[in-house]
């Protein structure tokens, strides 16, 4: 038997200063999405606490394994 690792999961979302810092437990990568239908990496694969501006166009993000 071996153990099932539990699905990345956001745990926190603050907006400071224009910046959203995203905050996340177990291991992922973070995608970025202005339609919700096309989805790519993050670039730099960035970890938890990352920061992204949130100037310009709208973004959605998501945690992929």
């Known amino acids: 038997s071996f153990a099932v ?19 996340w437990t177990g291991s992922g990568v973070l ?3 202005t339609d919700l239908s096309v989805w790519s990496p993050v670039p ?5 606490g990352t920061q992204v501006d949130v100037t310009g166009p709208g973004k959605f993000y ?4």
């Open 5 to 23: 690792e539990p699905p990345p999961r956001f745990t926190e979302a603050k907006l400071v200063a224009g910046k959203l810092t995203l905050t």
């Open 44 to 48: 730099g694969n960035p970890a938890s």
């Open 31 to 33: 995608e970025q999405s």
């Open 62 to 65: 998501r945690l992929a394994r």
